[in-house]
Structures are given as structure tokens and as C-alpha cells.
């Protein structure tokens, strides 16, 4: 069989619903990592699901527990010649919470339905439906080449929604046996609906609390006003030391020196889409002489996520005894992921603000990673898109958002190659997660033409 039978096999496989049924079938299982309920649900969905799809294809699969996590992990392999390239897969089953009540008239979290054209369903965005199409992209050239012509590993995790607690660890005792030539997984956003895109690593993402704790209670703000501070005041101007009016970061240590030439060449044709329901990128705002691609992918951003002083819901005549804010900083590589929050605390202390208190809260800091876009293997997986597609794709040095991406280089040593099947409006984390079908049948079509690549010889590795 040729590689354009294998992407007809893919687009009939996907015209017929026999990718739905597959797909549906995951959906339906409330895999909330987050709902300490769920947990049998986690185990269920690896047993039931993923080792049974990935033994038909003749893997061999372990399921893998660490101490620190809470979920378990299922890895599978199929080695078919020590010779031939080795590519990781990953992927994780669990969800946030499915916020039922909340989803459109019509649609549900557990449950695959269409709604005016678009496919809805907790998942399948992030990450079922794209693990779904990698693993039956893998499957279809299996079918149609009667073996894969390289040798896959893959790690399905329970507890990404939550963290990836225990991944590092799990990679790190298994390092020897998770060895690969490259990672090529899904997950994340393209960079347009229409786009097929890669990206080559991820931003860091660090969370911290600032507070003032000023005094035990409130106090009348006629007798008081303007013989003490007001700690929501001094917070408010703490906060505004960090980041100009217009969202330029001022603290030094938390930008980079300069942007690569290779991220600015990638970058160039990058135009930022967020679809019909994204909101209106303001020029202003960000880090001056950069572009929108450049200002999301190749610098830092600085974000107040929760601020609260006083009480928002029955104000008081009375100046508060405290003032809170949850803080982020998401930023890139080049940055000292140990000097960012020794950094803040020395800024706070210039400009006077002693007194505020910096806490990391308890989400796990995900470190900066990016893979250089002129890298042999990108540029040969962005050939093997392009060749399936007819389009251009996009090369983002990093996804703007945060994934355990480092786990992968640093432990693994691995070069990663993320391939996403989501779109920037696809509501992801939030009630009505959707995709249209349109670019979930395309991204099968792109995969089973990676993965027929990968066993055809003209690899990187073969050369």
C-alpha cells in the first residue's frame, strides 16, 4: 500500500464514524482528576480502554505507579527492530472537572454530541481526542503496512489535570527503558484552526501569592483615612512596580536578553488567530517592538490572576486589615527558573515594599523548554505535514501555555515535536470544550502520513 492509500484509509476510517464511535466511547468516561471520586474512573479508563487498543495493535503494556502520584500510568511498546527509529508518544486520559450545569443547551461533558456542526464533549480537546487520533493514525498504517516500520513507546498518564505529580519521578526511574530518538506527541492548541501546526516546547509557568498582612482588624475609615495604610493601596502599587500600564515586565531577571534568530524566522509568518469567539488582540499591550507571535511564544508575561482586599461583596466603610493576590509569570527559555521569585523579592525591597510577603503556592512549577526550530527532526516533520496537507504549517519555537515538557528533554533527553489537533477557541478547561470535525479529520489524515513516514527509511536517523 502507497502513503495516499493510508490517508484515504484515514479519511474513511474518519467519513464512516468509526473514528467517532472510538472517540465517544473515551468521552464517556468521567476521567476528573480533580474529583477525588473519580479515582477508580482513572484506572478504569487506562484497563479498559487504552491497554486493550494498544495491545490489538501489538504492544506490550504495564501499568506503572509512583509514590508521589495518585493516579497510575500505562506504558506500552512495540519494538520492532533496535535498528530502526524510536519515537515516544504521551498523552493523559484525565480531565478537569466536567462542570455539568454548566455546558449549552443541548451538549453535555460526558457525552459526544454535535451541536450546530461542532463536536462538544470534556476531552476532546484536551487531551482524548488527541491521543485518539494519534493512536489511530498508528493503527491505520499498521493495517495498511502490516507493521509500523519503526518502533513506538508511549506513556499514558492519569494526572496531568492535577499537576503530572510523579512524572518526573516515573521518567527518571525508567529512563533506560522510555530511551528514544524523539518525542512526537499532541496536545495544545494549533496556532489557527485551519493551520497545522508544531511547536517544539513549552513556556514555564510559575504561581505565587503576594500579600499584606497590615494589622489584626479593619478599622473606620472616617476615624482612620490617612493616619494608616491601606493595604489594598500599597498592594495595588507593589503590583504596578512589577508591570508598566501597558504590560511591559520590569524586573530584569524576568525577561529575556535577546529573541533567537531561529525563534524570529519561525515566527514570522505567525499570525495569532483565537477564531470568531477569541477576544481582540490589543497592539499596546505586551512588550513593545515585538509582534504578537513574538509577544506570546518568544517572550514572558507577567499576570494577575485573583485579587482580593476587603470584602468585595458587602464593602464596609473601614480600611482592610489585608490584601491577597494570586500572581503568574509564564516565561521562556533564557530565564533562571531559581532566580524568579529571589528576583521579586529583591525588586519589592527597591521600590519599597518591604512589607509585602511572596508565597509559590502549590502548583508545580513547569520549566521553559524549546528545541531549535532549525533542528533536523522539525524540519522533517513539518515536510511530512506540509506533504499531507498542501498547506504551510506553523513552527512555534514554544506554546504559550505550560506542559511537563521539560520532563521530556531534561530526564529523557529527548528532542519533543508536539503536533496539536485543538484550536485556540476550543474552550478548553471550560464549559461546551469543542472541535470541529473538519480538523480532527485532517489531523488523522496528518498523523497516519507522519507515522507512514517514519517507517518509509528517510528519517533523520537513516540518513
Known sequence: MTRDAVIALAQKCFDSGEFRQTLAARIEMPTESQNPERAPVLAQYLDTLMRPAFEAMGFTCETLTHPKAAAPFLYAERIEDPALPTVFGYGHGDTIRGLDAEWKAGTQPWALTEHEGVWFGRGIADNKGQHTINMEAMRLVLQARGKLGFNAKYLIEMGEETGSVGLRELCDAHKARFSADLLIASDGPRLSAERPTVFLGSRGSVNFDLAIEARAGGHHSGNWGGLISNPGTQLAHAIASIISPTGQIRIPEWVPKELPASVRRALAD??????????????????????????????????????????????????????????????????????????????????????????????????????????????????????????????????????????????LGLKTVWVPHSYPGCSQHAPNEHLPPALLGEALQLMAGVYWDLGAGSTPKNR
Open 270 to 411: 505567525c499570525e495569532v488567530d483565537g477564531g470568531e469567539d477569541g477576544p481582540e488582540i490589543e497592539p499596546a499591550w505586551g512588550e513593545a517592538g515585538l509582534s504578537p507571535a513574538e509577544r506570546v511564544f518568544g517572550w514572558c508575561a507577567f499576570e494577575v490572576l485573583a485579587y482580593k482586599t476587603g470584602n468585595p461583596d458587602t464593602p464596609v466603610n473601614a480600611i482592610p486589615p489585608r490584601a491577597w493576590a494570586r500572581c503568574q509569570l509564564r516565561f521562556v527559555v533564557g530565564i533562571d527558573a531559581d532566580e524568579i521569585l529571589p528576583a521579586l523579592r529583591r525588586h519589592l525591597d527597591r521600590q519599597g515594599f518591604p512589607m509585602v510577603s511572596i508565597t509559590p503556592t502549590r502548583e508545580v512549577m513547569f520549566h521553559a523548554t524549546r528545541i531549535d526550530p532549525d533542528d533536523a527532526w522539525v524540519q522533517w516533520v513539518v515536510a511530512s505535514l506540509a506533504k499531507t496537507s498542501g498547506k504551510k504549517p506553523a513552527i512555534l519555537p514554544n506554546l504559550g501555555g505550560s506542559l511537563p515538557n521539560d520532563i521530556f528533554t531534561d530526564v
